[in-house]
């Protein structure tokens, strides 16, 4: 056999390898993603159930403490201000409690159809986290009509509202994967709530949503930097509103968002069969 039988496939035929495997990965990425909206079809009365909570938030606790002005927020009222931060708060409040649907596909015995499959399992976890994502833009939709409505000063260029998409997914994502995890790791429903709803509000309360970080104490700003909310926050704060900013970086927002999303999902995608043992 001549020495050079044995060689490595030439460059092009290694990338349109490569480049197949993405497209298939990706494929059934999306074919997951897309079973999980369309449960959504057959409860669209959640979309209305979640409205409430923003629609509080904006209307009774934002136009109370705008009038009190204790909170310094700079060249932004306070219902500008608070805005964003209600909407990420929303997309946390959606995400955090999804878990609990792997939970359910495991007492059914969907999870093990799941797990049988050749699909990777970081593909299954992605699958759910983009789907999250898409559940959370009906949030977004939400708070935008309310701030239109209370007269909050919007950014409408399409650029800001493309970046404002992208983090209400990243930060869905990103939270519904951690939820993911919380439940591979309790196993059953009335802890996984317990659970849940321990972690919302101090995710919450310890973040930009409602205040500034240059009002809080030092032990609180440590926690509110290592929080993925802070720059979920301060992205949205920059692109939802005119002549908004952002005090950490919306290069380093993005980033942050990023890179947790991506350890979070090889995280998950190692404890997702651990949920059925």
């Known amino acids: 056999m001549p020495p050079n039988a044995s060689a490595e496939p030439p460059p092009e035929d290694q990338q349109r390898g490569r ?6 990965y990706g494929s059934k990425v999306l074919a997951v993603a897309d079973m999980e909206v369309r449960k959504l079809r057959h409860d669209p009365s959640e979309l209305l159930t979640r409205a409430i909570q923003p629609m509080l938030w ?3 606790f934002g136009e109370v403490f705008a009038r009190v002005r204790a909170i310094p927020t700079g060249d932004l009222s306070y219902l500008d201000f608070l805005a964003p931060g209600i909407l990420a708060q929303s997309v946390l409040f959606v995400a955090i409690f999804y878990g609990i649907s792997v939970i359910w596909e495991r007492d059914l015995g ?33 708070v935008y009509v309310l701030a239109l ?6 950014n409408w260029h399409p650029g800001p ?12 994502a990103l939270f519904s994967t951690f939820s993911l995890i919380i439940a591979c790791i309790v ?10 709803q321990v972690l919302t509000m101090p995710l919450f309360f310890a973040s930009n949503a409602i205040y500034p970080t240059d ?33 950490l970086g919306l290069g380093l927002d993005f980033a942050v968002l990023t890179l947790t999303l991506a350890v979070l999902v090889a995280w998950a995608g190692k404890m997702y069969p651990r949920i059925v043992v």
């Not at 480049?19 to 298939?24: E, K, T, W």
């Not at 290592?226 to 692109?239: I, K, Q």
Request: glycine share 10%.
């Open 110 to 142: 969907i999870l093990h159809k799941f797990l049988v499959s050749p699909t990777p399992r970081t593909a299954l976890v992605l699958g759910k986290a983009l789907s999250a994502g898409v559940r959370a833009l009906s949030q977004a939709i939400i």
């Open 187 to 196: 196993k059953t429903r009335e802890r996984f709530m317990g659970i849940g």
């Open 19 to 24: 480049a197949a495997a993405v497209l298939r």
């Open 149 to 154: 409505v209370l007269g909050v000063r919007m």
């Open 58 to 60: 904006l209307l009774v």
């Open 161 to 172: 509202l493309c970046g404002v998409v992208l983090l209400v997914i990243l930060g869905a």
């Open 215 to 247: 009002i809080m104490p030092d032990w609180l700003k440590w926690i509110a930097h290592a929080n993925p909310l802070t720059y979920e926050v301060d992205g949205l704060r920059a692109l939802m509103l005119d002549g908004g900013g952002s005090s």
